[in-house]
Each structure stands twice: as C-alpha cells, then as structure tokens.
C-alpha cells in the first residue's frame, strides 16, 4: 500500500508503468545473453585455484594447438593495469605474476563452442608457488604478514582519520556514554541477469563493438581503450536491457575486457557468458565491515559525541575500496545533528574476491551499527527510540561539519509517517512474548556531486530532436538498468514540454548515439540527468513558443501553451495545434536539435580535507522505517510480519516507480539482514550459488507499507531526489531493534540467522543463570 | 551460462524390468527421474554417466492407489502430485507436509517420490563445482582422498537431506526394490546405510519402483529447519507419529533428516509409551534426539545449531501433538 504523493493541485498521483516495461515481463526485451551470437566464439576463463601464489608456469600451448579455438591469452597479451579509481588502478584483467585470490584470471579462450573451450581449459598448465594466505583483516594486518601489494603497508589500502568538532569534550558532558562492536558479514549484488558481455572487432577498420551489462558504459568505454591501447574513437560500446545492478557492474569487470582482448585476437566476435559461481568471483559487492562505535547521549537523547571505528576486508585489488572507505565515515553526517565525530576506517587487502560498490555504498554497515547503538541507549535511558531520533534532528538548509550540504530535509515528516501508520505509540511494549517493534533511519546521496574522472564538463547532457513527424526523442547515456531512469527521462521531458508522455521517445546507452553519461551509481541519474533533461526541454520550449509566436504573429512573451495547443494569451483568437508549431519550428532549419546539461556548482562538491569529495551531494534523501518480527525461540527463526516504511525523495516524478525501488531497498535490506553473506573455505566460496547464496524468497518477504514523503528539494528536477538506495540501510537495524524487542537479547552480526540467533539465546540464558547464582551467593 | 552438461546417451524404456536390463548392460548408467538432483550435479561435473535411463514412459510408476489396506505411491509420483493427494494430507500429515516443504514449487512439479528418498548426500565441500573441487583436491565422496569436514576419519560424512524418508518412516513405510534378482519390498529405513559416499543399500542396477504406507496411521506433522522458508535443504528435519489415550501416550514415533547421511527412526521412544508426555518427558524426548543426531561440518549452519533444532522441532511437534489429541487435559 502507498499513501499517494499528491501533485501541487492535493490530488494524488499515480505514476505510469515503466516505458520498457511490457517488453521486459513479455520477454521480448533483448538482454545481452540474448543478443544474436550464432556466429560468435564462445569465451572462457580460467581461474586461479590457489588464493595466493607466485605463477611458475603457465603453459597455453597444448590449449591454442587444440582445433577450435582461435585465441588463448594470458597475462602477457595484456600490460596495462585496469581499475575504477584512477589513482588505485592494481589489478590486471588476466594475472601477471602472481595471483592474488581463488578464482582470479589467469587466462582465457576462445573456441566454437563451449565443449571446445572447455577442453582447451583442461589442457592449460598451470604451476604455481604458493604464498601465505589471510582471509580475515586481523591475519592480513597482523605483523609479518607478507604483503599482497608491495607498495601498501600493512596490507593497507586506505587510512582515513577524520575528526570533525571536540570528541573529548562531547563524551566529558554525556550522561552516558556506550559502546558497542559490531560485525556484518559481506554480501553480494546476487542480480538475476548473470553477467555477459558480446564483443566483436573488425579487424579491417579496428574498430571495435561492446555490449554488455553494464551500468557505466562510459567506465568501460575508457577502460578498453587504456588495455586494448586503442583510441577511444575506435570503440563504440552498447548496453542492452540490463537484468540489475546494484553496483555490481559500476566497475568495469575483468570478463569485459577478456571478451574484448579475445575478440581482437580472434579477429572477430566473441560472446562470454559467466556462470553463478564465475558471477560470486567477480564480486565486487559489500565487504565483510567490523564496526566498534562509541556514542555520547545526554538523558534526554541528545547526542553529544560519535567515535566510529570501520574496519572493511576489501579483498584482493582496490576497486572501490578508497571511496567506500570514505563514504563509510562521511555519512555518519548528514542524518542528524552531532557537534563532534571522529572517524578511523582501514580498508584492508585479503586473499577474496575483490569488493566493491552496493547499494547503500558504504553507509549501510555504519548506519547500522549506529542505529542498534543508539536504541540500546535510549532504552537505558528510559527514552522512546522515537524521541531520540528526534531530539538529533538537523534544520535544514545547512552544512554538515564535513562540509556536505543539506538543502531539504522531510526526515521528521518519515518519523510521523511510520510511527503513526505502524500504531506504534499504542503498541509499543504491549505486545506478547516473542514479537517485537523496532525503527531506524537512514539517508542516502542524489549523487556523487564530484565525479571520479573530473574533466570539467557537465555532470549530465541530454540531446534532444524534434522532427517533421512531430516526436520527441531525447538521447542519453544514462544506463537504465530496471530502475526506470528512461522513463524519468521521458517524463522529465514530456512534463517540461507539457506533452503527451507517448510523444517522447527515449534511446539510451551507445555511445554512437547518446551523448557519455557518467551512468548509473551513487543513484545520481535522477537529479542529474533529469535536470539535464528538463533543461533541454525548456530550450526546445522555447524555439516551440518562437515559432508559434511568428505564425500567430504576436511576441513569443504573449504566447501561451496549454498541453499541446498554443495561443495568444489573450484568447479569442486563433489555437495552433502541435503539428503546425512543429511544421513552423522547421521551416528553414529542418529537424531540431537542443541540448541540456546539468552542472553541481563547486559549492556542493565536498570539503577540503582529504577525501572530503566522498559524500557530496546535491540532496539527501532520508528514511525511517518500522519493522515488526516474530521470533520463534526453540529454532531461533525470524518472522518478518510487516514493514512500514517512509522515504523523502524530494519529490515522486513517478510515484509507481518509486514504490517500487522502496520495496526494492528495504527487500535487499531484509536481504542482508536475515539470511545473505558469503562464506569461503580457505578463500573458496561456499556460498557461489543460489542455493547456497540465500537471497530471501517470497516467503520471507514481508508485506512493505510504503510511504513517500515530499520535501520539494530547491535544486533537484521538479523537487526530486533519489529513491532507491536510502532506504536500504535502515531495515538491518530496525530488525534487529525489532528482535531486542521480542526476545530481550541484542544481537550484534549481520545476518541474524536462526544459527546466531540461537548462540545468543543460549549465552543470554547462561549469563542469566550466572547472575542469579551470583545473587544469591552475595 | 550453465556449464555444459558432459555428453550421454539417452534411453527411454517402457517398462520397469527393460529398465533394469539397460541398467545391467551398462555399468555406466544412471536412472533419471525429476532430474532436480541428477541434472545439478551432472553440470558440476561430479558424475559422467554414458547413459541416461529416463523413468518418465513407465507407467507403473506414477501410479498411485489409495487402498483399503494403505496407500501405495509409484517411485515416479512428483512431489507436487503428492502433496495434492487428500488422502495423504488427510492421513499422512507428515509426508504431505514434508512433501509440502520440499525446495520451490517449480522443483515440486519435477522432482519425484522415488528421487527425493534416493537423493544423493549433500555437503558444503562435494556440492560445487569442478573448478571448486578439484582447487580443494577433492574428497573422500568423489575422487578424492580425505574427508574435509572430518579429515582424521574414515569415512564420508555428507549428510541425506530428503525430506520424505523420515515422515514415511514414521509410519513403517516399505519400499519395492527391482533389481536383476526380481522383485522385493524391504522396510524403507533398510534402504539407507550411515555411509555419505554409499548411503544405499542398493546394488547398482536396482531402483525404487513403490512406496507402501500402513492404513490406520497415528497423527503426526513434519518441521523443518533451514534458513528460509523455502528452496533450502533441512538443516535438521523431523517427522513425529503420535497417538495418545487417557492421558498417556499410546504410540511415538520420531524420524530425521538432514543430520547424518541417513535418515533414521529415533531409537528409545518406546519408553515414552503409557505415560503422559509432560514437561519432563519433553525434555528427556528432547535430549534423546540430541543423543543421536551426529550433525558434522557439512553446512554453513552450525553443526550445534543442527543438533540443538533437531531436539527443539521434535519436542514442539509431540508436545502439539500430544495436546491436540485431547489427552493432555
């Protein structure tokens, strides 16, 4: 159930279905699995068996002497080091030297079908040294531990220390002061599209061809060229229907460029499918994150001081892991107001597969080691968890003591919203043994305002063309990968036109075509690209309104728009319908192309200290959310019996849409908290199937009250700000506040299986028992 | 992608005894039924049989006849068909639950009767694929020397995790063996042997044709622990029988899954007969099972977990048991 947002006339508003989504639950929509491949090569890697070795041998040619396969490559075909971060690029497509982690690269085939390139597989030899091998950050920073990186100390990617305001001070004048650790496993995107990328390379033109599933197109588009040493010119990238993201593919993946060293050396095309487990060793999803949090309250909730300590096991190579680091620590600010943070986080390098970006990039962990905290407190203190969400409320507009701007701000409106709609006040402490209500908040960026490769140019473009037969295309690189991003886009663009939404045509993602984009992560496409839409619009608005006003022959000020017919303001006289200000507008100039960008002024991109870009945003959005559970204490399984949840998205452009990506956040929350973590055995993964990978399935799946809450944002396009991502982070807390509540035990890992459900138990029974005995000695 | 299944020939017999003909004629065979197992672990490369012998034209085995003096169900009866039989959700609450609780619906309408009760052993080190075994040197199950969840033992510990054997047992069911020796019925619990590597005692061409299900059962329920409601595996399952007169018990019976690599009927429940099942009997029920499960390493739960919810399950199911037939009061 949604309580509709409601438009500037209170009437509530519906959304529309997404603009792909008929061809997508038809199954007419083409995935990249589905492209036409009958004549491509098929593409195989083989992986590292051990977790950390020195590469003796690698023998390919038994592989390349077997009919059938047309390329085998191995680290030497390719020299050039790939990454997302430009200044943290230590990762090879295939491996050179040395292997890191199970799984990892070695080389790779192409041959006629998968028999064939199986069997050149089987024929490759591989001879190895083995290295120690740490699968946890205290073995990997334990002294003497051999480094995975040369150049990175104590098996260090990053250290930040940050410390905004007097700690010292705020914990001196708290009434109590808390602390607690907490451990959350790691987890991963589990999209159903497995990954897949069809690479074709014309060796006459060298010129190559892309597609593939991913949500940066123009990350990849870059990263060819750098390891193909090709100009980027040469490359023309695609991105097909995509099948989900969820940052998994933010980053450019080793597979991609593979299927594209293959092509060339193939001379021709080559289609690479990964299997479920090949999907669980690329990664690139949550790290496994320890958490030791200390926090200042006075008694009546107000929060004096936060000292956060994040420890992330970031596995092999960097990726991301700088800016998850940072993000982990900068978005302790921006929910509420705190005069004083220090923050230690060390991202640190393990014998796994890589981690990476998720939704809810790094804030998630944090965010929910801070909620449990600041429950666990509040009961001490005899507060309402409520109260004390609402004693540390910012006002908004502000900035953050980390420099972030807050320029609207409707968490209070969500707080009343799912205290209300859950019954929360009359139900609170008067439910029976077993059951349980618990809250938490959480927020979100509309954005990186600073982009990791700063060239200078607009944050977003959109093109738009109007033609003789009276349609709207907009081109954008935007990469809708199920979130509905071309629908807002054609949204966006219908209403600023005051069109009819079925006149707008929107092509995204090819290079060819749409103009770059910085794609789809940090959920920025929103707020950038939709300003950037709107933007076009008003300029095409205007060449409308100038060619109605020579054909009605009165000044374009006069001239006035209703939906698609245009008059002189005054009435009375003569209404030009769309077509004729269509065929006016192109009278001497032919098809009309605009433009429109979208740029975040300087201001919003962050502070001066080191790493004080990660964060930055144009708006915050912001949730709270109730969730009520059963536990079942004799198998300790959790029931989640419902979820209300409030989010602020500035404004809904879509309500439908929005909806949708609530539920969608919550559900991957409920995700990490119940039931997902990835488990390795001596760095193999356990976990690399879907059974094995335990995403939640309807059955567990709670009924999601959905409450959207409009804050009408002074930058965001028609107010807007995103909706996706933050309202992730406050279900794992709000559950597990939710369990505390039921069965008086406070449980400090994610996920809360029945397994560590059931430890908890017993040690809350047995610590029971020994202060009776105690008791009664004394 | 899936990987690519190895390459088989594929056979389609009629009847039973051609069945058990091909079988014998090629040492390299396998039965295939539903598939929901066989197929998985094709692609992983575990096994590479030459021929694959498909049940699904032979009649005989998807009969089921609901009789006066029981109930039999063909080996090829899917889990669907026979959660859906009023007869068994009405009398054999057990198997109809434990039916019920098997993996998704769409597996339910593939997977068979016969297949869930020859379900191969499971373990977290055998249930992956090539590349992941062969980079951990296999095990003791296939291919390998040592047992990785116990690698000072003897022998494999991969655990059964078929839901339907402990809720048929529970009602002395008997199972219809065809081999080259002829026919056979034999007590379903004697088709298991406490060996994950060779948990059947089955010679290699012989195969499930039936199930026989006593008439007259007591009441009785399955559970099931696992992490989520559906799809996963019994971490620990459990199937009670009991009835119970003036207060006392009269008949229990207690079956589990998912604990060892068989399944097995509770040894010791006679004990509980002729008296009431109050609080302390519950607790000695309780610790019984704890007794004689031998959860090991071979799930990411916790093999504590396994063992301690085994007990827990059994004692909810015979204590709601015990209430609902009026004798508590």
């Known amino acids: 159930m949604t309580r509709a947002a409601t438009a500037g006339t209170g009437a509530p508003r519906r959304g529309v279905p997404l603009i792909d989504g008929v061809a997508k639950v038809t199954g007419r929509a083409t995935y990249t699995a589905d492209l036409d491949h009958a004549d491509a090569l098929v593409g195989r890697i083989f992986r590292s068996p051990v977790s950390h070795g020195e590469i003796i041998q690698l023998d390919v040619a038994s592989a390349r002497a077997l009919d059938g396969v047309f390329a085998v490559l191995t680290g030497e075909d390719c020299p050039h080091t790939y990454g997302v971060l430009p200044v943290a690029m230590n990762e090879f497509p295939l491996a050179r030297g040395r292997v890191r982690y199970r799984g990892e690269p070695v080389a790779a085939v192409a041959a006629v079908d998968a028999a064939t390139a199986q069997r050149a597989l089987d024929l490759i030899e591989f001879e190895v040294r083995e290295l120690p091998a740490y699968y946890t950050s205290t073995e990997a920073r334990a002294a003497g531990a051999m480094l995975l990186h040369d150049n990175k100390p104590g098996n260090l990617e990053r250290e930040v220390h940050h410390a905004f305001g007097d700690v010292t001070a705020g914990f001196a004048r708290a009434d109590l002061v808390r602390e607690g650790c907490i451990s959350c496993a790691e987890v991963n995107h589990a999209q159903i599209e497995p990954h897949a990328a069809l690479a074709e390379y014309e060796p006459l033109t060298q010129r190559l061809t892309m597609q593939s599933v991913t949500q940066v197109a123009y990350y990849l588009h870059l990263m060819l060229a750098r390891c193909l040493d090709i100009d980027a010119s040469r490359i023309r990238v695609i991105k097909p229907f995509v099948g989900g993201g969820f940052g998994a593919r933010v980053e450019v993946l080793n597979f991609e460029i593979i299927t594209a060293l293959l092509a060339r050396a193939a001379a021709g095309k080559v289609m690479m499918q990964l299997t479920r487990e090949e999907n669980f060793l690329t990664h690139r999803a949550r790290p496994q994150t320890d958490i030791r949090l200390k926090l200042g309250m006075c008694r009546d909730g107000r929060i004096t001081a936060c000292e956060c300590e994040v420890t992330q096991r970031g596995g092999a190579y960097a990726g991301y892991g700088i800016v998850t680091i940072l993000y982990a620590g900068a978005l302790l600010q921006g929910i509420y107001d705190i005069p004083a943070i220090k923050y230690d986080g060390y991202r640190v390098y393990a014998n796994l597969p890589p981690c990476g970006a998720m939704r809810g990039h790094g804030a998630v962990d944090t965010r929910h080691a801070f909620e449990c905290l600041l429950d666990r407190m509040a009961r001490e203190l005899g507060l309402d968890p409520f109260v004390v969400r609402r004693a540390n409320l910012l006002q908004a507009p502000t900035r953050t003591m980390n420099d972030l701007m807050v320029n609207s701000y409707g968490l209070p409106e969500c707080l009343d919203a799912v205290e209300q709609a859950s019954g929360w006040r009359e139900r609170i402490g008067k439910l029976p043994p077993g059951k349980g209500l618990g809250m938490a908040c959480s927020h979100y960026v509309s954005g990186a305002a600073k982009p990791i490769h700063w060239t200078g140019e607009p944050h977003a473009a959109v093109n738009l063309k109007l033609d003789f037969d009276g349609s709207i295309t907009a081109f954008t690189g935007a990469a809708d990968i199920g979130q509905g991003s071309s629908t807002m886009v054609a949204i966006t663009v219908a209403e600023t036109l005051g069109v009819a939404l079925e006149r707008v045509r929107v092509v995204a993602g090819d290079s060819a075509i749409t103009p770059k984009d910085n794609g789809a992560y940090s959920s920025r496409i929103t707020f950038m690209v939709g300003n950037a839409a709107i933007d076009a619009a008003k300029n095409l608005r205007k060449i409308l309104i100038e060619a109605a006003a020579r054909k009605l022959e009165a000044a374009p000020e006069d001239i006035e728009c209703i939906g698609e017919t245009f008059r002189v303001g005054s009435g009375g006289q003569a209404v030009l319908p769309f077509a004729d200000v269509v065929q006016a507008a192109l009278v001497d100039v032919g098809a009309i192309a605009v433009k429109g960008t979208f740029t975040c002024p300087p201001e919003a991109q962050g502070g001066r200290h080191r790493g004080g870009a990660v964060g930055s945003t144009m708006g915050f959005s912001y949730a709270a959310q109730v969730v009520e559970v059963s536990v079942e204490e004799a198998t300790g399984a959790i029931t989640v019996d419902k979820v209300w949840t409030a989010l602020d998205c500035g404004h809904a452009i879509n309500p439908l849409a929005v909806e949708g990506q609530i539920q969608g956040a919550v559900w991957m929350g409920l995700g990490q908290a119940l039931s997902e973590e990835t488990r390795y055995l001596d760095g193999l993964p356990a976990h690399a199937s879907l059974l094995e990978y335990r995403v939640p399935t309807i059955v567990e799946s709670p009924p999601i009250e959905v409450h959207i809450v409009e804050s009408h944002d002074p930058h965001g396009p028609f107010g807007a700000k995103e909706a996706s991502e933050g309202a992730l982070a406050g279900f794992a807390p709000a559950l597990v506040n939710a369990v505390s509540h039921a069965i008086g035990v406070d449980l400090d890992e994610l996920p809360v299986t029945p397994d560590r459900v059931m430890e908890a138990l017993v040690e809350h029974r047995r610590r029971a028992r020994l202060g009776a005995l105690r008791k009664v000695a004394s | ?329």
């Open chain 2, 1 to 329: 992608m899936t990987s690519p299944a190895p390459d088989f020939r594929l056979a389609q017999p009629r009847d039973v005894q051609a069945a058990v003909t091909l079988c014998s004629a090629q040492p390299s065979s396998r039965f295939l039924a539903g598939g929901t197992d066989l197929v998985v672990n094709l692609r992983h490369g575990i096994e590479k049989p030459a021929l694959l012998i498909d049940l699904s034209a032979i009649e005989e085995l998807r009969q089921l006849a609901v009789l006066e003096r029981g109930i039999t169900i063909g080996a090829c009866t899917t889990i669907a068909a026979l959660s859906d039989t009023a007869a068994i959700r009405h009398r054999y609450r057990a198997v109809a639950v434990a039916a019920a609780a098997i993996a998704g619906p769409g597996t339910r309408n593939l997977a068979t009767v016969g297949g869930n009760l020859c379900l191969d052993t499971r373990c977290i080190y055998f249930n992956q694929s090539e590349w992941w075994r062969r980079s951990n040197g296999f095990c003791l199950k296939h291919r390998g020397e040592i047992c990785h969840v116990a690698p000072q033992g003897q022998r494999c510990h991969a655990a059964f995790s078929g839901d339907l054997a402990p809720a048929l047992m529970i009602f002395d069911a008997e199972v219809e063996i065809a081999g080259n020796a002829g026919r056979r019925w034999i007590p379903l619990a004697d088709l298991y042997a406490e060996d994950g590597a060779a948990h059947l005692a089955l010679s290699a061409e012989e195969m499930v044709v039936a199930v026989r299900l006593p008439p007259d059962p007591p009441p009785s329920n399955y559970a099931k622990a696992r992490v989520r409601g559906a799809v996963d595996f019994p971490l620990a399952g459990v199937a009670v029988a009991l009835a119970a007169e003036s207060g006392q018990v009269v008949t229990l019976r207690v079956g589990l899954t998912g604990t060892n690599s068989r399944p097995f009927l509770l040894k010791g429940t006679e004990a509980f007969i002729g008296r009431p099942l109050d609080e302390a009997a519950l607790q000695r029920l309780e610790r019984l099972v704890q007794k004689q499960v031998r959860p090991m390493r071979t799930t990411l739960a916790s093999a504590h977990y396994r063992r301690l919810a085994a007990a827990a399950l059994a004692r909810r199911l015979a204590g709601d048991l015990f209430s609902q037939s009026g004798a508590a009061s």
